[in-house]
Structure formats: structure tokens, C-alpha cells
């Protein structure tokens, strides 16, 4: 019960949820009519779709704080890769645990995640409840044990299926790391098994220029040459595509996550979704991981979209809070084809509840303003994934733990 907010409307009144889908929507009054078990939320409480989190690695919380301020190259090359040549099965799932508690306690249902050890990470999405997409993120142009190109395709089919909640998908780490070759396999695997493909793309200027040197095209060329680039990609970054690569991407169906703070902080720019979204692309917001930005947030995460974009674009008009809400929800929701992201019957029952009683959020006018600029993950009291309640007052109920005796666990690791 409380202010129901999705991007089409705005309502005081209860959710009515059964069998993990939103049955009604109803107001306070009729809600007697339903002889529901039980009540959440009430008055000052704001009710609002899951919110998808469309861009992780929730195991890199293991490297918080690591390369601070470097570039993005330096940063892979020197910090990241020779960190994550070090990792076991165990200790992956210790550190997948605490990202993936920190993204779902902060109001994101879903997450799209891009790691290796990727059946370990399902493994855990599964404890928690969760909803949650899983690739295993594999190269060929490098040589890194752990990203084995064949692993990705056994792992898809393992979990192909298994789970109501764990979906595998394809991801091939990006467009300079990943040959053509290999990429095309991978997008005649998609088609035959109907799969995503999630790939980071230009994402760094080597990038951009080992692609060009390599088979003289841009990365979206490339990816369209491939046969990937169409409504079952979720690309990631595209910090450096061009004005032509905008409208070739936009074309496709593909989405672009948009992870503003990553970006703004390993590269000191981000990407052009402004242009994107005129030009009719799907739009999904993502935080990328612990490392570099400090927290799995996604209230975070919109409200660095809403000013990042005004900052680069050098204007005040682009990604006013109502879009910016709309790409954390439908925009995720569309880019992993779930029946999501608004509140209505026949929807999935994924949804957060914020506590808003407190004076920040005063007066209440502007219910989209208030979740974009002055809600923070803590104020998420309850996350409901799949019709049933993960996360409250603090406790992951898959756990049967508070985060703070997670944090006790996990600081002794
Ligand atoms: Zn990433």
C-alpha cells in the first residue's frame, strides 16, 4: 500500500500480487474484497516497479577501492586482469554474494551479469532470490584461461531453462577482445536457442582503434557484420560511437546501457544516449560494479544519468527524471524481454517499496523527481521478486541474514 508509481501512472491505493504476477491494482478501500495475507508499505511508502539493474559484475566487489582514478586501459590492463587471473571458484562466490546483496537490498530485481565462474554466480542469485540474468564472459583475441569461448556455450545450456528466475545468455567481452569469427558463432548460437547477447562496446579508445586496424570497421560495423546487432543485443557503454554508428545502432533494436558514473570515472566522458533515444534506441541503465563506482545503486545510478547527460550535453532540458525513471525500468525490461517494469495486471510481481516518511521527501508532488533526486538505495524497505518478498527491513530472506552479519561474514574472508 502507498503511492504507486510506475511510468504511466501515478496512484494511492495497493498492489494485489498472486502467483508471482500482479493481479490488481486497487484502492485502499477495496482492497478488503481481496483477503490478502498480508499488508506492506502504507502511507508515505512509494511503491514502484523493480527497478533493472542491466549491466553487472557483482563479483568485482572484491576489487573496491583498487586503481582509484585511473584510466580505463590502465585500469584493465594493469589492476583488473591481473586480479582477476587470481581468482577460485570459492572465493567468487563469497564476492559475487556481497555485489548482488548490495544491488537487490538497493531496489534492483533483476540483474544482467557479465563475469566468469558464471555457474557459481547463478548459484547464488539463486539463494538470494533474485531475478537475474548470467553470461560468461568470453575472449579469444587474449589469452585468459578463464574466459575459454567454450565455456560460455556449456554454460548457456546448463542453465538454459533450469531455473524461473536464472536466465544464461551469451557474453562475448567486447568488440576488440572477441574475434569475428568467434562472434559470429556466437550469433548463429543465439538465433538457434533465441538468446541475449551481451557484449560491452566501444568502450575505450583502443577499442575503437584496434577494431579499425583489425578489420577497418567501428564497432557497431563490426558487431553488424558479426549478424549480432538486432533487438536480442544488450550492449554496453558506446562511449566513442560516432554520429553514423548512433543511427545504425538505433536502427537495430539493440539496447545501450547506460552506465553514466562508470564511464565518467574510468573515462572521463559518456556515451551519447541522448542521441540514441531521439533516434529511437532502447535505453537501460546499469551500474557495472562495485569497481569503480563504490556501491550498487541504481537510485544512484538514475540520478548520475540525470546530470551527467545535462553536463555533457551542455544542457538542462535532456534526461528530466520521468526518462530517466522510464530507462531504469521499462528500458531494462524491454532490453531483457521481460513482461516488466510497470504496475499492472498480467506484470511480473517485482517490486520495491521505498520509505519515504521522512522530511527529504517533502513536499510530495513530484513523485519521479522524488525517486530520482531523493531517494537513496537505504530507503528501499522492501524488495519483492517474483511475487515473493527477498529483502526487509534490512534481512535478505533467502539468507535469513542481515547485512550487517553479512558484512561480519564477509569481512573475515
Ligand atoms: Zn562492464
New binding site residues.
Given amino acids: 500500500m502507498g503511492k504507486i508509481v510506475d511510468y504511466h501512472s501515478v496512484r494511492t491505493g495497493a498492489v494485489v500480487v498472486e502467483n508471482g504476477t500482479i493481479m490488481a491494482v486497487v484502492s485502499s478501500d477495496e482492497l478488503r474484497h481481496y483477503g490478502v495475507d498480508e499488508v506492506y508499505g502504507g502511507d508515505g511508502y512509494i511503491i514502484l516497479p523493480g527497478l533493472v539493474n542491466a ?1 553487472t ?1 557483482v563479483a568485482m566487489a572484491k576489487f573496491r577501492g583498487l586503481g582509484e582514478d585511473f584510466p580505463i586501459e590502465r585500469w584493465l590492463n594493469d589492476v583488473i586482469w591481473p586480479a582477476e587471473l587470481e581468482w577460485t571458484r570459492k572465493e567468487i562466490r563469497r564476492w559475487a554474494l556481497l555485489g548482488m546483496a548490495e544491488a537487490l537490498a538497493n531496489g534492483s530485481t533483476t540483474i544482467n551479469d ?1 563475469y566468469f565462474f558464471a555457474g557459481e554466480i547463478a548459484e547464488v542469485a539463486k539463494e538470494l532470490g533474485i531475478r537475474a540474468f548470467i553470461g560468461q564472459t568470453v575472449m579469444d583475441t587474449i589469452d585468459f584461461p578463464i574466459a575459454e569461448p567454450e565455456e560460455g556455450f556449456r554454460f548457456f545450456k546448463e542453465w538454459a531453462g533450469k531455473d524461473e528466475l536464472v536466465t544464461p545468455t551469451l557474453a562475448p567481452h567486447a568488440t576488440n577482445t572477441v574475434s569475428l569469427e568467434l562472434m559470429r558463432e556466437i550469433g548463429e548460437f543465439a538465433r538457434e536457442r533465441n538468446a541475449l547477447i551481451h557484449v ?1 562496446l566501444s568502450q575505450s579508445r583502443g577499442e575503437v582503434l584496434e577494431v579499425k586496424r583489425r578489420y577497418g570497421l567501428s564497432p557497431v560495423e563490426y558487431l553488424e557484420r558479426a549478424g549480432v546487432l538486432g533487438d536480442n543485443l544488450v550492449g ?1 557503454h558506446g562511449i566513442y560511437l560516432g554520429d553514423s554508428e548512433v543511427s545504425l545502432y538505433a536502427k537495430s533494436g539493440a539496447t545501450l546501457v547506460h552506465c553514466s558514473l562508470s564511464m565518467a570515472k574510468l573515462e572521463g566522458r559518456i556515451a551519447p544516449i541522448i542521441e540514441l533515444a531521439e533516434r529511437g534506441a532502447n535505453i537501460a541503465l546499469g551500474n ?2 562495485p569497481n569503480p563506482v563504490g556501491m550498487m545503486d541504481p537510485f544512484e545510478e538514475m540520478r548520475f544519468a540525470a546530470v551527467l547527460n545535462k553536463v555533457w550535453r551542455k544542457r538542462t532540458d535532456v534526461a528530466p527524471a520521468k526518462e530517466v525513471f522510464r530507462w531504469a525500468t521499462l528500458g531494462g525490461a524491454r532490453a531483457l524481454k521481460l513482461k516488466a517494469g510497470l504496475i499492472k495486471p498480467g506484470y511480473l510481481a517485482d517490486l520495491v517499496v521505498v520509505n519515504a516518511r521522512k522530511p527529504r521527501f517533502l513536499p510530495g508532488e513530484n513523485p519521479y523527481s522524488h525517486i530520482v533526486y531523493s531517494t537513496r538505495g537505504s530507503d528501499v524497505e522492501l524488495v519483492m521478486v517474483n511475487g515473493e518478498v527477498v529483502y526487509k527491513n534490512g534481512i535478505l530472506l533467502g539468507l535469513g541474514k542481515t547485512l550487517e552479519e553479512l558484512w561480519e561474514e564477509l569481512r573475515l574472508f
Fill in positions: 549491466h559484475h557479465h560491452h554496453v557495472d560494479s
